[in-house]
């Protein structure tokens, strides 16, 4: 050792010994915030969740709880907890630090959400997730302009999706799923120019999809617009959206054919199944689309020929069942998975390629054609 690391381990050692003989470590959190979170556990009937806010300790340990360093809290998480009764806890306003709040799989919580959230403003997430929550989606939401996540599924929110939402314009993560949530995409959302996930499925959302999803929100990821009731036609300009990858469109009520431009090979997933989609989505499968991972059309009213199809070697699965596709099924499908397909309920005729692969299958897959053979059925003539 030379001489420099000597005195560097000495002191070392000597700064151990000094922090394991020091006096107890003085409470990180700041009584006065501590004391709003211990009026919040009795307001709430001082639930099983909370049992780990004890007064004797520091609040920067509790379950749920960050502080920064200052002593400030930051975040307060609740979840899994069915004794929390009444509306979200009035007190949170008095912790100004406060950037996360979430309230996760709490479901007796309930009423709307009360007017003091919109005086959080240094919140940067809010989850209000499997809860009673009911009412609009408040206009005093729009003031908490620092947000870039908004989680707030499966709750009974009731209204338009608002216009104010438009002045949030940090907004990475938008989740308003599994509401009751009525009207048409307002357009303020294409304001939200940072979103990569969009998500208001399972709602009552009617109208068209918008074309300025794809014009303004350019760095879209996941577009999840599932049961809703959307009409009118995909616009083809969902394809051009450099950086989607996942499009759920399942259980609306489009109309017209697929746009050829979702087959230009930059989505992984697309779900367009139980809509009325008519035309030729052969495209889809072939080559070109190089990409995708799987496609889900069933429950259409499409109508092409299946014979001629280069299926694209990315695929992992896929589902046509119940429209009227014919011909035969593609050579390259007997390199898939039989627990990832169903063709079930079209007009399809001829062996099933590399049938013996799905000798043992469940032939339900294959069910309702014009003329399949080989693989579960009898071998062809
Ligand atoms: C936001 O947080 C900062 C830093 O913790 C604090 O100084 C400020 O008062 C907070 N703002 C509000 C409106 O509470
Ligand atoms: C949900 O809230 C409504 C009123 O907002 C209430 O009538 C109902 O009992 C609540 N349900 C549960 C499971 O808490
Ligand atoms: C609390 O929520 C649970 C789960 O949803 C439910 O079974 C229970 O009845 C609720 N309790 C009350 C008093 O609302
Ligand atoms: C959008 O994100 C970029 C990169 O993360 C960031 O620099 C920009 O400030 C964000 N825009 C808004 C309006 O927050
Ligand atoms: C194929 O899609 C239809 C419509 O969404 C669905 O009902 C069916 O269960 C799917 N088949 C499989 C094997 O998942």
């Known amino acids: 050792m030379s001489p420099n690391h000597l005195i560097l381990a000495t002191l070392l050692v000597a700064l151990f010994v000094d922090l394991s003989y020091s006096q107890p470590i003085p409470d990180l959190c700041r009584p006065h915030d501590k004391n709003v979170l211990l009026r919040i556990k009795k307001l709430l009937g001082n639930p099983s969740s909370l049992s780990s806010w004890d007064p004797n300790t520091d609040c920067a340990g509790w379950n749920g709880v960050r502080c920064n360093i200052e002593g400030h809290v930051t975040m307060v998480r609740f979840e899994e907890d069915q004794d929390i009764h009444g509306p979200i806890p009035s007190f949170l306003d008095q912790l100004p630090s406060l950037t996360k709040l ?63 939402l438009g002045q949030l314009k940090k907004m990475v993560f938008l989740d308003l799923s599994s509401n009751l949530l009525t009207g048409p995409i307002p357009i303020s959302i294409a304001q939200l120019t940072n979103l990569t996930t969009l998500d208001f499925s399972s709602n009552k959302l009617s109208g068209p999809i918008p074309d300025f999803i794809a014009q303004k929100l350019k760095k879209l990821a996941i577009l999840d617009l599932k049961f809703n009731s959307l009409s009118g036609p995909i616009p083809s300009s969902l394809g051009f959206m450099p950086g989607l990858q996942s499009l759920g469109l399942v259980g609306n009520q489009l109309s017209g054919p697929i746009p050829k431009s979702l087959g230009r090979g930059n989505l992984h997933f697309i779900y367009l199944s139980q809509n009325k989609l008519t035309g030729d989505a052969a495209f889809l499968f072939e080559k070109t689309n190089t990409n995708i991972l799987t496609i889900e059309v069933g429950y259409n009213l499409l109508r092409f020929d299946f014979t001629k199809v280069d299926l694209t070697p990315s695929l992992l699965g896929f589902n046509i069942s119940h429209n009227m596709i014919y011909g035969s099924l593609p050579k390259r499908f007997g390199l898939l998975r039989p627990d990832s397909i169903d063709v079930s309920y079209n007009q399809l005729c001829g062996p099933i390629p590399n049938g013996r692969r799905y000798k043992r299958v469940d032939p339900i897959i294959f069910a309702h054609n014009k003329c399949l053979c080989g693989g579960p059925f009898p071998g062809c003539k």
């Open 102 to 164: 979430y309230f996760d799989t709490v479901p007796n919580l309930s009423g709307p959400i009360p007017s003091y959230v919109g005086k959080l403003t240094n919140l940067t997430e809010l989850t209000i997730s499997r809860t009673n929550v009911s009412g609009p989606i408040p206009e005093f939401l729009g003031q908490l302009t620092k947000l870039t996540l908004l989680y707030i599924p499966s709750n009974k929110f009731t209204g338009p999706i608002p216009n104010f």
